[in-house]
């Protein structure tokens, strides 16, 4: 297995407290905030001089096109770091997220729970009122007639109950 490279003074599980990775967030933003603006000036450096180069037999544009190849690193600099200062951002809020979703995973828990009996509670009292009203609406046995195997459907629709409770 091999080793990580770190920093023998480092210790970064304080960074598990939210106030401390705060402080040291803001902190890197404020480093990538100054490299940026250094590589801008020193964008700013290279650009004039080597823009200002003018070489026996250039065209109109060769300095600036000559330029832009030194250049376009720096740019990547420049945009690198204002993107880490972005991301450092972007980090700290991530994490506070995270911790608040979980300081709150215990009550939501909690809640679906109690919303998941209620609902239980309910489809029971409704399956036991629709049992009865089923009960109430089936014809009753008469008293003269043997028992006769029904040629009715088992599945009948609830205007099937009240036209025999009508007796059509």
């Known amino acids: 297995m091999t080793e990580i490279n770190r920093r023998p003074d480092a210790d970064y599980s304080r960074l598990l407290d939210l106030s401390v990775l705060t402080a040291w967030t803001m902190d890197r933003q404020r480093v990538h905030h ?3 603006a250094a590589y801008e000036e020193i964008l700013a450096l290279f650009q004039s001089a080597l823009r200002s180069e003018v070489v026996d037999g250039d065209g109109r544009l060769s300095a600036p096109m000559r330029a832009r190849k030194v250049e376009k690193h720096l740019r990547a600099a420049v ?37 998941k009996a ?10 036991k009122s629709l049992h009865k009203s089923a009960a109430a609406f089936a014809p009753a046995p008469a008293e003269d007639t043997p028992a006769v195997p029904s040629t009715a459907p ?11 409770r009508r007796g059509a």
């Open 118 to 127: 209620g609902r239980r509670a309910v489809a029971a009292h409704t399956a």
């Open 79 to 115: 945009k690198a770091a204002r993107k880490q200062e972005v991301v450092m951002e972007r980090f700290r809020l991530a994490v506070a997220a995270h911790q608040a979703h979980v300081k709150a995973l215990p009550a939501q828990r909690e809640a679906k729970q109690t919303r």
């Open 154 to 164: 088992a599945a009948r629709g609830i205007n099937d109950l009240f036209n025999q």
């Open 34 to 36: 100054q490299d940026a």
